[in-house]
């Protein structure tokens, strides 16, 4: 079975006070970070969603088909829509966030091997039963996936079809940490 990655990353960066996609961990500007990490992982096909054009010449040059986000402001949905449009033929596709910046690729590859031996589940990330980021979608729920509008995300399909989903554990609790404020940003550094 093919399997696709979308990575979104037209985030306005509200919370964060600024473009957050930008901001360096250990150097490294974050877009970077997770390209980096799903660049290894073995997909068949690989997008990137951004209204951004450093973010969109980077994952360019790292094999990522680059999607312009005309439609970032609306949230979330406008991501997915967008990144689903090029995935045509794919039995699934992983959505993958820009702001965890410890995501390693190793639970990357975890992830989609529990997907590819799961009977059309939906296989998330997640640390002690606590649901994160990513997760791959069998290709049966593209349409409801593409039917969705605003600032809401896979979460919502998720809810309709709960039987559906299973938790793959990451390597640690830092892989599913999640940089929305400059607190968490704060607390993030101390740590490392």
């Known amino acids: 079975m093919k399997l696709g990655g ?7 960066g509200r919370r964060f006070g600024a473009n957050k996609l930008l ?11 997770a390209m980096t990490a799903l660049a290894g992982a073995g997909l068949d096909r690989l997008a990137v969603c951004s209204p951004y054009p450093e973010v969109l010449k980077a994952g360019a040059a790292l094999g990522f088909l680059p999607l312009p ?30 702001d965890q910046p410890f995501l390693t690729t190793a639970s990357i590859i975890k992830l989609l091997n529990h997907f590819q ?7 998330a990330l997640a640390w002690q039963g606590q649901r ?17 509008t605003g600032d809401t995300g896979g979460g919502a399909v998720i809810r309709r079809h709960p039987e559906r989903l299973t938790l793959v554990e990451a390597g640690s609790p830092r892989e599913l940490a999640d940089l929305d404020r400059r607190e968490d940003w704060q607390a993030l550094l101390h740590e490392s």
């Open 69 to 98: 986000n005309p439609g970032a402001e609306e949230g979330i949905s406008a991501s997915i829509r967008l990144g689903l449009s090029a995935m045509e033929g794919m039995g699934g596709v992983l959505f993958s966030v820009c």
């Open 117 to 123: 031996q799961s009977k059309n589940a939906i296989c």
């Open 23 to 33: 901001a360096l961990v250990e150097g490294v500007p974050l877009y970077r970070r």
């Open 6 to 12: 979308v990575l979104m990353a037209s985030g306005q």
């Open 132 to 148: 994160g980021n990513p997760v791959v979608f069998p290709a049966d729920l593209f349409g409801e996936l593409a039917a969705l």
